[in-house]
């Protein structure tokens, strides 16, 4: 249970880095490097642009690789959990209880 909490986490955090690196870029090449004129700074425009296609397809990759792992991860019931739920539902199901219809096969009248 651990476990798959703690990569939960991570798919969390991933997903809201992923959002704020979208939300930098410009889908017109401006974004975060809009502002940079410089030519010879050492994070020009071109840099800039790279290390955010390249944070936002490492941060999509690892999204997926944490989900799938998250996907076997999940906790699953043991045996002893599953039979006190059969135990509850077999005890709270009385069968004397239960009314007796009548079947109404058994009672065919003559319509004569």
């Known amino acids: 249970m651990g476990l798959y909490i703690f990569v939960m986490v991570l798919i969390?955090?991933?997903?809201?880095?992923?959002?704020?690196?979208?939300?930098?870029?410009?889908s017109k090449g401006g974004g975060l490097a809009a502002g940079l004129t410089g030519t010879g700074q050492a994070m020009g425009i071109r840099k800039t642009a790279d290390f955010l296609e390249k944070a936002t397809w490492t941060l999509a990759v690892s999204i997926l690789v944490l989900?799938?792992?998250?996907?076997?991860?999940?906790?699953?019931?043991?045996?002893?959990?599953?039979?006190?739920?059969?135990?509850?539902?077999?005890?709270?199901?009385?069968?004397?209880?239960?009314?007796?219809?009548?079947?109404?096969?058994?009672?065919?009248?003559?319509?004569?």
């Open 67 to 112: 989900t799938l792992f998250a996907a076997a991860a999940i906790p699953t019931e043991t045996k002893e959990a599953r039979s006190r739920i059969q135990t509850q539902i077999n005890q709270a199901v009385n069968t004397d209880a239960l009314p007796v219809l009548p079947n109404p096969n058994s009672q065919n009248p003559d319509p004569k």
């Open 12 to 26: 969390i955090v991933a997903s809201v880095l992923q959002v704020l690196i979208v939300l930098v870029q410009n």
